[in-house]
């Protein structure tokens, strides 16, 4: 618990010093501010749960999950760059679908939510406990693998065990 507080303390004086850009005359005011927004994340955040598994897994997964997403998304946003271009008609076809998280925590269901986001033509536009309602731009899509290629990777940052693969 102390160190999830320093870090947080950490970070919020690294934005505060970044709001006020480096002003020495505003630094004082941090001595109150500081502490106010670590205790507003506490209140809106509770309490941090315990995290399972190696931290050094955990590290290395996460320098997966960002790689992999920010190749997604390019190749991503060059096909819905080209799918919405293409004459005389964009090649797009929406449709809604359920996508159902398999990830047992609330926190992990809910970074797998906002990260959906980011692959190439879905968003998630609502949550309901595990399942998910995904807008996709088109038919074509391999959606679902793309998602559950998402959770597992997910679930080895949270230090989960990942979901089994869906048919």
């Known amino acids: 618990m102390m160190v999830s507080v320093l870090l947080r303390a950490l970070l919020a004086s690294i934005v505060w010093i970044a709001l006020i850009e480096g002003d020495a005359t ?8 500081v502490p106010a927004v670590v205790v507003a994340s ?20 996460l320098i997966g999950l960002v790689g992999w ?9 060059t096909d819905v760059a080209l799918r919405a271009l293409r004459l005389p008609r964009p090649r797009i076809d929406p449709y809604w679908t359920t996508y159902r998280v398999g990830i047992e925590s609330d926190r992990g269901r809910t970074v797998v939510t ?26 074509d899509l391999e959606v679902t693998e793309a998602l559950s290629a998402l959770e597992a990777r997910v679930a080895r940052v949270m ?3 990942p979901p089994a693969l869906r048919e």
Not at 26 to 33: D, I, K, N, S, T
Not at 69 to 77: A, E, K, P
């Open 69 to 77: 997403i920010l190749w997604r998304s390019v190749m991503g946003g």
């Open 159 to 161: 230090g989960e065990d």
């Open 26 to 33: 505003m630094v004082v005011y941090g001595a109150g501010v």
């Open 114 to 139: 906002l990260l959906m986001n980011l692959i190439p033509g879905t968003l998630s536009a609502s949550r309901t406990c595990a399942e998910v309602e995904v807008h996709v731009i088109g038919s």
């Open 42 to 61: 506490y209140a809106l955040t509770g309490r941090p749960g315990r995290w399972s598994g190696s931290p050094i897994r955990r590290a290395r997964a």
